[in-house]
């Protein structure tokens, strides 16, 4: 299945597909799958050693998502030059040129190289060998993740307002424990899917075990909050006590693509069927909670 034309955009930074049937009070985001580099990135080190920070084709892999009543935002930016999937303050003052103006975290996800904005592409490679400037920093939040934010955040607002509730998913793509050696990434969970709802906080019980159920139907091996809780957006988006439900998936690459040469494989077209009916799946049970 093909990607049809986005109902909204903004060239290079998102695209947004709203429902193509009757709706439901369900989104869906990708924020890693975009492909179109900025040309204001200035990396040093060699493209080729950052693209597997992509999740390359994740976008396309859930293109059915509308069909099913649902939204899904796409962002066209790779997170490599600044990540949607993050929040301002896990920004690492140490690559700016100058004092960061804005509130600084302590992260472990910055520690590692792969904060708001990414220093590290995996096995010693420094992205640059230059300090940031602050305002290049800045630009970077208001041209890419502020857009992407005020779009997620708009289409959670219109399905709160219309329905009193809100499911979202977060999509995503890892590597497999194998590729990970090559980046010197450890306990990588072997699973085809991880399911991540920070521990229970972000989502309800019935709406993990509804996905869990779903992917194993496909045949596909699942875990719960191994390694890959969720971040940002889930937390973001996430507030189960006031019947707001965000939950991320992670999908192995192996089981779709070539990670070393970032080419489809022969896995691709049955793992896009897989998820299109495992979209049916969650669909159906969020048209069941409010309609109960």
Avoid at 95 to 116: C, F, H, S
Avoid at 221 to 228: H, I, K, P, Q, Y
């Amino acid at each position: 299945m093909t990607m049809r034309d986005p109902d909204h955009h903004i060239d290079g930074v998102l695209r947004r597909f709203d429902p193509a049937g009757p709706a439901l009070p369900l989104m869906f985001d990708s924020p890693h799958s975009g492909t179109r580099y900025p040309d204001d990135f200035g990396h040093d080190c060699p493209r080729d050693r950052i693209l597997w920070g992509q999740d390359s084709f994740i976008d396309e892999i859930y293109a059915a998502a509308p069909d099913a009543g649902t939204w899904l935002l796409c962002a066209d930016f790779p997170r490599t030059y600044i990540d949607a999937n993050r929040a301002l303050a896990d920004i690492d003052p140490a690559m700016l040129d100058g004092p960061w103006p804005g509130e600084v975290i302590a992260n472990p996800k910055a520690d590692q190289g792969i904060g708001l904005i990414w220093k590290s592409a995996g096995a010693g490679v420094e992205i640059y060998e230059r300090k940031l400037s602050v305002a290049e920093a800045e630009r970077r939040i208001d041209g890419y993740w502020r857009p992407y934010h005020d779009e997620l955040t708009a289409i959670a607002e219109l399905i709160r307002a219309r329905w009193g509730r809100r499911w979202h998913i977060n999509c995503h793509s890892m590597f497999s424990p194998e590729f990970a050696a090559t980046l010197g990434r450890d306990q990588v969970p072997a699973a085809d899917v991880v399911l991540g709802d920070r521990e229970g906080t972000t989502c309800d019980a019935g709406f993990v075990d509804a996905a869990k159920r779903a992917f194993e139907a496909e045949g596909l091996s699942v875990a719960v909050n191994e390694r890959f809780k969720g971040v940002e957006l889930v937390r973001k988006f996430g507030d189960p006590q006031a019947g707001c439900h965000s939950l991320q998936i992670e999908l192995s690459r192996r089981l779709y693509m070539d990670e070393h040469r970032i080419e489809k494989s022969a896995g691709f077209e049955p793992l896009q069927a897989a998820v299109t009916r495992v979209i049916g799946a969650l669909a159906r049970y969020v048209n069941d909670e409010v309609t109960r």
